[in-house]
């Protein structure tokens, strides 16, 4: 509960087919348990890779995160009820501003705080996110990470991700799961990201690239958000 | 039956033009007033499942299920439409378990569906003479009885999709997030493009085989320009659709005109469509 868990790797490691085989969007062999949570399967909150989606459809923000709960037609508008849900899912998010705008008119960075917004109304036990770093700048990753800490620990749900991004998983990842088609290696980030481990995974060339980076002990987010997670180790 | 001829006297007395108070118009009007709606209510799913292609394969196969009545002895009136419905939900089929692109498996059961239609109709010469009835289609010679299916068709696309609008809207912009809301997508997608199939053999008969993708597409496209939320879009796809059935009919009787009525129809939604460009092109400046 209220850990955060990253999956690295490299292309084709199989990272996005194990989240989609959580999901249940894949047939798969073999069994996926969720302990802790009574034999039932956890409210899974979903924050896709990159939304392909037509951009000229008239939606708005507002409408977009009452589709999936609202059984009336929005052809005469959205309940009361769920537009007072979607303003303060947004003020979560930091983006109440955009509850008016045109879904298709949004940034990647502004998308991908509404798609956060819509995974959070579901109250989710478990946020599955895809690539939340992909699509936006070093400025906005860092924020957006530090905005899922936040509510990571405000709302107690546990976070599962896949990322690309080392510097990501470093400052704000509990756990690690390297993946090349099985588990390569796993547990604290800071015992797992070794120069050794990373080379044997994404080659020689990923190592020398993020030795400076490296995940020494003391190196780490200095937002308080990620401070219990060093007090631990 | 003739228990809708209050409805007939009424609309001739709301719209008391000399070209109004014939039954075959006011019949039309009628066909035309439960047509419009549907057609621009399915049409904004079609528009955002980007299934015109599959709603023009359907109407293709519109005269091979005619021809399949010939052949077997049946009335047309049955094997058109369950045959449309049959080609529908085989296109969703295989769509879902093949790896082709939609519209690479569209292509195949179009040219299937027209190459056995022009089959038949090159064998039977009497069949050959309906073909253009078909291409164009014919809305004044609507009978009382396809009135009333179409009256039970627009019940049933209507509760299909005040109970289903929004799920469909979902599962068009994402269906694995749909799928995360419990939205059940495939259930969902045969039921769609069964309805689609029933509506789009009806309106065959109204406007003829050329045309239907434009009555689907056409209001659709127009309302998107116009609107900015999902719920303008729908009204104004309504708006753009009902007025073009309305004046296409009006036009097409006057003495002036004398053109089809199908055709002019999709003219005046047409030119909606134009005023809704410039509409979109005046708000970005």
Redesign the interface.
């Not at chain 2, 694995?176 to 939205?183: G, N």
């Given at each position: 509960m209220g850990s955060c868990t990253a999956i690295i790797g490299p292309n084709g490691a199989g990272k996005t087919t194990l989240l989609l085989a959580l999901l249940g969007e894949l047939s798969y062999q073999g069994h996926i348990s969720f302990p802790g949570y009574g034999g039932r399967r956890p409210r899974i909150g979903y924050v896709p890779q990159r939304l392909s989606f037509d951009r000229g459809l008239p939606l708005t923000v507002c409408e977009f995160l009452a589709l999936g709960f609202q059984i009336g037609p929005l052809w005469f508008g959205v309940s009361a009820a769920l537009q007072k849900k979607a303003k303060e899912t947004l003020a979560q998010v930091k983006a109440e501003h955009l509850a008016g705008r045109r879904l298709g008119a949004l940034s990647g960075g502004e998308l991908q705080r509404v798609l956060l917004a819509l995974a959070l109304q579901q109250q989710p036990e478990l946020l599955v996110l895809d690539e939340p770093a992909s699509g936006v700048d070093f400025q906005g990753e860092h924020v957006f990470c530090e905005l899922l800490d936040a509510l990571r620990l405000s709302q107690g749900f546990t976070q599962l991700m896949v990322s690309h991004d080392l510097p990501t998983v470093t400052h704000h990842a509990t756990h690690v799961i390297c993946l090349n088609h099985r588990v390569a290696a796993e547990g604290p980030p800071q015992q797992v990201l070794t120069p050794e481990n990373l080379s044997a995974i994404f080659g020689l060339h990923m190592g020398l690239v993020n030795l400076q980076s490296m995940p020494m002990a003391q190196a780490g987010c200095t937002a308080p958000c990620c401070q219990p997670a060093n007090e631990n180790q | 039956m003739s228990d809708l001829v209050w409805l007939y006297d009424f609309l001739a007395q709301v719209l008391p033009l000399s070209s109004m108070q014939a039954r075959f118009m006011q019949q039309a009007l009628v066909a035309l007033l439960l047509l419009a709606p549907m057609t621009a209510a399915m049409g904004i799913v079609v528009v955002?499942f980007r299934m015109a292609f599959f709603a023009e394969a359907i109407s293709h196969s519109a005269f091979t299920g005619v021809a399949l009545g010939v052949l077997f002895a049946v009335s047309p009136g049955w094997t058109m439409p369950l045959f449309g419905l049959l080609v529908g939900l085989g296109i969703t089929a295989v769509q879902r378990h093949s790896d082709l692109a939609s519209d690479t498996v569209i292509g195949v059961f179009f040219s299937a569906m027209l190459a056995f239609g022009l089959a038949m109709v090159s064998r039977d010469r009497s069949l050959a003479r309906d073909m253009q009835r078909f291409l164009y289609g014919d809305i004044l010679t609507i009978s009382e009885a396809e009135i009333w299916f179409l009256l039970l068709l627009f019940f049933l696309v209507f509760i299909f999709?005040?109970?289903n609008?929004?799920?469909l809207?979902?599962a068009?912009?994402?269906s694995?997030?749909?799928?995360?809301?419990?939205?059940r997508v495939q259930i969902l997608q045969y039921l769609f493009s069964g309805l689609l199939a029933l509506l789009v053999m009806f309106s065959v008969r109204a406007i003829g085989v050329l045309l239907v993708t434009a009555l689907l597409v056409v209001p659709a496209a127009g309302?998107?320009n116009f609107?900015?939320?999902?719920?303008?879009?729908?009204?104004w796809a309504m708006a753009i659709s009902t007025s073009s059935a309305v004046l296409g009919l009006l036009i097409s009787a006057q003495d002036w005109a004398r053109t089809a009525t199908g055709a002019t129809i999709i003219l005046v939604a047409c030119f909606w469509f134009v005023a809704s460009l410039l509409f979109a092109r005046l708000r970005w400046n």
């Open positions: - | 955002n999709l005040a109970s609008y929004n799920r809207l979902y068009g912009i994402n694995t997030l749909a799928r995360t809301h419990r939205v309302a998107r609107s900015r939320s999902a719920g303008a879009m729908f009204w």
